[in-house]
């Protein structure tokens, strides 16, 4: 081989390796630890339906208070969505007002309305279900919410499911009737609930 064939053959050979580093660092994903500030997607899917688990005892929910049959699982959800849409319980604006108590409490990321990474919240299901194995009256909260951080360019760098269930032993129990007198215990529950799961989700991130 010439001198001149060396040459062509090392000059290849460099452009390959500068292609292949370039497209591996284009190919590269933000590590979730190097991310210091983030915004928090206000627009968060949830169910069109809550899950009432065991209505038993649901009249309270039932328009002019109700009478009647036991109800199941998706009408009770109907008739507590409507409950929730008088009383203004917007289950969406809780769980975002939620991450940003715990990521502003817990030192997680920075919140900037010009960050890069956007923190996209999904609802994936929530609602009330009996306190214990047993039964009874009494109901405690139940949520399940996926978190993401999406990078600029719209690659999700990392993702994280996690929930609470109503046998919780973190949340306080009401009974439907309770809830259905005073609707800022439904409000309490899902801030209770939300903030756990929130902090939950949000645990591996922190600096």
């Known amino acids: 081989m010439t001198?001149?064939?060396?040459?062509?053959?090392l000059a290849a050979l460099a452009i390959s390796v500068f292609c292949c580093d370039n497209a591996g660092a284009q190919g590269a994903q933000p590590d979730p630890g190097s991310i210091r500030q983030v915004v928090i997607d206000s627009e968060i899917p949830q169910p069109e339906i809550p899950l009432i688990q065991s209505p038993g005892n649901f009249k309270a929910f039932l328009i002019g208070g109700g009478i009647?049959?036991?109800?199941?699982?998706?009408?009770?959800?109907?008739?507590?969505?409507?409950?929730?849409?008088?009383?203004n319980i917007d289950i969406s604006k809780i769980v975002l007002e939620s991450f940003?108590?715990?990521?502003?409490?817990?030192?997680?990321?920075a919140l900037g309305a010009d960050a890069e990474t956007k923190l996209k919240l999904a609802i994936n299901s929530y609602g009330f279900g009996a306190a214990g194995f047993m039964g009874g009256n009494e109901r405690k909260p139940l949520i399940n919410i996926t978190a993401s951080l999406v990078s600029s360019t719209g690659k999700v760098v990392w993702k994280k499911t996690d929930y609470i269930t109503n046998l919780s032993k973190l949340t306080q129990a009401y009974t439907y009737d309770q809830l259905a007198e005073n609707p800022q215990l439904t409000t309490k529950s899902f801030e209770q609930a939300s903030v756990i799961v929130s902090r939950q989700i949000l645990a591996g991130l922190k600096q």
């Open 3 to 9: 001198r001149s064939q060396i040459r062509s053959s």
């Open 68 to 87: 009647g049959a036991a109800l199941d699982q998706t009408s009770a959800g109907k008739a507590f969505r409507e409950y929730m849409r008088k009383n």
């Open 100 to 109: 940003k108590r715990v990521i502003e409490e817990d030192k997680t990321f």
